[in-house]
C-alpha cells in the first residue's frame, strides 16, 4: 500500500512548503487537504504527483489577532517565502474564518479552537488530512476520520461540516480527475 505522507512529500511542492512552513512564524500550521491527498490518490494511479492539484491551502490558527490586516501580513510574507514556486497557495488564519463565512457561502461557520478542529470540517471525509512540520524535523499528521475512506478512493459527506450543500458538486469534480473514486450516497440530508 503507498503511505500517504511519502506520495505527499513525492510532490515537491509539497516537501518545499512544509520545509519552509516554519519560516513563517505562525501559530498551529498546517499543509492540508488537497495537495496532500490528492498527491496520494495520484500516486495510486500512477500519474505524477503533482497531477490535477489545483491549489496549496495552509491553515493556521492564531487567536491573538483576528483582523483580516494581519492574516493579509501573513499572506504576504508567505508570497515571499514560496516566490519561487510554480503554485497557488491559499492560507488562511482558521481563527478568523466564522467572521466571514456567512457571507461568502451562505452557512454559518462556529469558531474553531484549533487548525485541527478546521481540517476536521472539510465537506468530504477523507479529504480531512492535514500534516506539519515539527520541530525534530518529523512530520505530524492529522486524519481525524482515519485513512480507509482515502484509500478505498470512496467520498462520504462529512456530517461534522457545517456547510454540506456543495458535497455532490465537489465530489464529481474528484471524480472528474480521479475516475476510480466513488461517492457514497448515505441517507444524511447534503443541503443541510
Same mark, same amino acid.
Given at each position: 500500500?503507498?503511505?500517504l505522507?511519502a506520495?505527499?512529500l513525492a510532490? =515537491?511542492i @509539497?516537501?518545499?512548503?512544509? %520545509?519552509?512552513l516554519p519560516?513563517?512564524?505562525i =501559530? &498551529?500550521a498546517?499543509?492540508?487537504?488537497g495537495?496532500?491527498y490528492q498527491?496520494y490518490?495520484?500516486a495510486l494511479? @500512477?500519474? =505524477?504527483p503533482t497531477?490535477? #492539484?489545483k491549489?496549496y &491551502?495552509? /491553515?493556521?490558527?492564531?487567536t491573538?489577532d483576528l483582523?483580516?490586516e494581519? !492574516?493579509d501580513?501573513v499572506v504576504?510574507r508567505?508570497?515571499l517565502?514560496?516566490?519561487?514556486?510554480d503554485?497557488?497557495?491559499? #492560507?488562511? @488564519?482558521?481563527?478568523r474564518?466564522?467572521?466571514w463565512y456567512?457571507?461568502r457561502?451562505?452557512? &454559518?461557520?462556529p *469558531?474553531?479552537t484549533g487548525?485541527?478542529?478546521a #481540517?476536521?470540517r /472539510?465537506?468530504?471525509?477523507c %479529504?480531512? #488530512?492535514?500534516?506539519q512540520p515539527?520541530?525534530?524535523?518529523? +512530520? !505530524?499528521?492529522? $486524519?481525524p476520520y482515519g485513512?480507509?475512506?482515502? %484509500?478505498?478512493?470512496?467520498?462520504?459527506?462529512?456530517?461534522?461540516c457545517p456547510?454540506r $450543500?456543495?458535497?455532490?458538486?465537489?465530489?464529481e469534480s474528484y471524480r472528474a480527475?480521479w *475516475?476510480w473514486l466513488?461517492?457514497? !450516497?448515505?441517507?444524511?440530508d +447534503?443541503t443541510?
Amino acid at each position: 500500500m503507498t503511505d500517504l505522507v511519502a506520495a505527499a512529500l513525492a510532490n =515537491p511542492i @509539497n516537501r518545499a512548503i512544509l %520545509t519552509r512552513l516554519p519560516m513563517l512564524g505562525i =501559530p &498551529d500550521a498546517w499543509l492540508v487537504a488537497g495537495s496532500i491527498y490528492q498527491s496520494y490518490w495520484n500516486a495510486l494511479g @500512477n500519474r =505524477p504527483p503533482t497531477a490535477g #492539484i489545483k491549489d496549496y &491551502d495552509i /491553515f493556521y490558527c492564531d487567536t491573538s489577532d483576528l483582523t483580516y490586516e494581519a !492574516e493579509d501580513a501573513v499572506v504576504r510574507r508567505a508570497s515571499l517565502v514560496f516566490a519561487d514556486l510554480d503554485a497557488l497557495i491559499d #492560507i488562511k @488564519n482558521q481563527a478568523r474564518v466564522h467572521l466571514w463565512y456567512r457571507d461568502r457561502f451562505g452557512a &454559518d461557520w462556529p *469558531p474553531v479552537t484549533g487548525a485541527r478542529d478546521a #481540517i476536521a470540517r /472539510f465537506q468530504v471525509r477523507c %479529504t480531512c #488530512i492535514g500534516l506539519q512540520p515539527r520541530a525534530d524535523g518529523t +512530520l !505530524e499528521l492529522a $486524519a481525524p476520520y482515519g485513512l480507509d475512506e482515502l %484509500t478505498r478512493g470512496e467520498l462520504v459527506a462529512n456530517a461534522a461540516c457545517p456547510n454540506r $450543500a456543495g458535497f455532490r458538486a465537489k465530489a464529481e469534480s474528484y471524480r472528474a480527475r480521479w *475516475p476510480w473514486l466513488t461517492i457514497a !450516497e448515505d441517507m444524511t440530508d +447534503l443541503t443541510a
